[in-house]
């Protein structure tokens, strides 16, 4: 989920996401309505993805609004094959093995 949070906080510098708007985000991709704490732990999850890279994005809660999404002007998102990579390996979980699969 926390994937998710990225994708969506990533595409406007300096917008303010409500809880609403993100949890509505994560149903659409998960399937079902997430609680308030599962939103919570999504976004706490992306902030450490993002200290973790080293990226400079700060996601801050705006008490009573949402979540501000920051950045330093001329940042760049990496492309594919930088940091990236290994930001979404560290929070996305692994695919479970096809059935019958032998392992490595």
Not at 54 to 71: D, S
Request: charged share 20%; with cysteine.
């Amino acid at each position: 989920m926390a994937l998710v949070v990225l994708v969506l906080f990533l595409q406007r510098n300096g917008w303010v996401y409500s809880p609403d708007h993100v949890a509505d985000r994560l149903a659409q991709v998960i399937g079902y309505d997430p609680t308030e704490e599962a939103v919570r732990g999504a976004v706490k999850a992306a902030r450490q993805a993002l200290v973790r890279a080293g990226w400079p994005v700060q996601i801050r809660a705006e008490y009573g609004i949402g979540y501000c999404v920051t950045w330093p002007r001329g940042w760049k998102v990496p492309e594919p094959g930088d940091s990236a990579a290994a930001c979404a390996a560290d929070i996305s979980p692994p695919l479970p093995a096809p059935a019958g699969a032998k392992p490595s």
